[in-house]
């Protein structure tokens, strides 16, 4: 009888398609901090991806791809690694 099929392992297509060097991201607490605003806007401008962390929300951030932070330091906004 004619039949027509395929099979095919997603785990292994899908490690396959892995992009190497995937952009990560920054996380940003979240407030209303004037000084914290303009920090992530421009880091929005210049092509980061910003995570804000809302409150209420406990974890690694790992699964958001987090490997920097934004923390405030003497007064300023600065980007250090997780």
């Known amino acids: ?7 095919l392992d997603l785990r292994e297509l899908a490690q396959l398609g892995a992009v190497a060097g ?4 920054v996380l940003a607490p979240w407030g209303a901090d004037s000084g914290l605003r303009e ?8 092509g980061e991806i910003v995570i804000e ?4 929300h406990e974890g690694t951030w ?5 490997d920097r932070r934004l923390v405030s330091k003497a007064g300023s906004w600065v980007v250090e690694k997780i």
């Open 62 to 66: 790992q699964e958001s791809d987090c």
């Open 1 to 7: 009888r004619p039949a027509t099929g395929f099979s």
């Open 22 to 25: 995937t952009p990560r991201a």
């Open 53 to 56: 962390a809302l409150p209420g």
């Open 39 to 46: 920090a992530i806007a421009a880091l929005r401008a210049n």
